[in-house]
């Protein structure tokens, strides 16, 4: 598991082995994507995006950072709209 990984689970209630299950991935993928996430994000926040980006990725065939652009965009826009 890289630092980064490690870093973003260190001290969280939402497991590891849990996340990849709720979000139908394998740890490679959650190695893969670990820079594309954030690590002071709750629980329920972490699991939205993490299966947003799949779905993304399945739906589209869209290359990670591409998904990612679009999760923070929708982020934004729920932001700015108030909810």
């Known amino acids: 598991m ?3 990984l ?14 990849c299950r709720l979000a139908d ?3 490679a993928w959650m190695d893969t994507h670990a820079s594309l996430l954030h ?4 629980d329920a926040w972490l699991l939205a995006r993490v ?7 399945r739906e ?3 290359v990670p950072e591409l ?3 679009v999760v923070d965009l ?10």
């Open 51 to 57: 299966r947003r980006l799949v779905w993304l990725e």
């Open 74 to 83: 929708e982020e934004e826009l729920r932001r700015l709209r108030g909810g």
């Open 25 to 27: 991935v394998d740890l």
């Open 67 to 69: 998904a990612a652009l």
């Open 60 to 62: 589209f065939d869209a």
């Open 39 to 42: 690590p002071a994000a709750s």
């Open 2 to 4: 890289n630092t980064l």
């Open 6 to 19: 490690h870093a973003l689970f260190a001290e969280r209630e939402l497991d590891l082995d849990t996340l």
